[in-house]
């Protein structure tokens, strides 16, 4: 995929904020992720009274990922209610991961980071299979 289409990734992450239910903070996040397939698939936060049940907008834009027919995320770009760059919690971060791998970028405040260098030393699935398979 040679080009990304930043201010589409961005459009429908503000877009997501309009959707979020964001009752206790009233602090909307909206999210989007291009796939590796041309996807587009976004999500927004979802708070709960019980605050650790909240379910923050990358939680929504990997089970949209998922539910459509999987595939790897290569660019995402997350924003508040402001349309402002937000960096995704440390939660976050391992979901993109898991989902997008070390190569995913992300817009950030502070421009366009892969994901090594947002989560350095990331623990993710060969941790488990090197595991199994018994070696280090």
């Given at each position: 995929?040679s080009?990304?289409?930043w201010?589409?990734l961005h459009a429908?992450?503000v ?5 979020s ?9 909206g999210?989007a992720?291009?796939v590796?397939d041309g ?9 709960n ?12 834009m ?5 539910a ?11 924003v508040?209610?402001?349309?402002t ?10 979901l ?7 190569e ?7 421009g366009i ?6 989560l ?9 299979t090197?595991y ?5």
């Open positions: 995929m080009t990304i289409d201010d589409a429908e992450a877009r997501m904020t309009s959707l239910y964001a009752a206790y903070s009233h602090y909307p996040v999210v992720g291009l590796d996807r587009i698939v976004s999500g927004c936060n979802v708070e009274a019980a605050y650790g049940a909240t379910l923050c907008a990358e939680c929504g990997v089970s949209q990922l998922a459509t027919g999987g595939g790897r995320l290569v660019a995402v770009s997350c508040d209610g402001h349309g760059s937000l960096i995704p919690c440390g939660r976050c971060r391992q993109l991961w898991e989902h997008g791998g070390p995913c970028l992300v817009m950030t405040p502070l980071r892969t994901m090594a260098e947002m350095p030393q990331a623990f993710g699935p060969d941790h488990l090197s199994a398979q018994g070696s280090d």
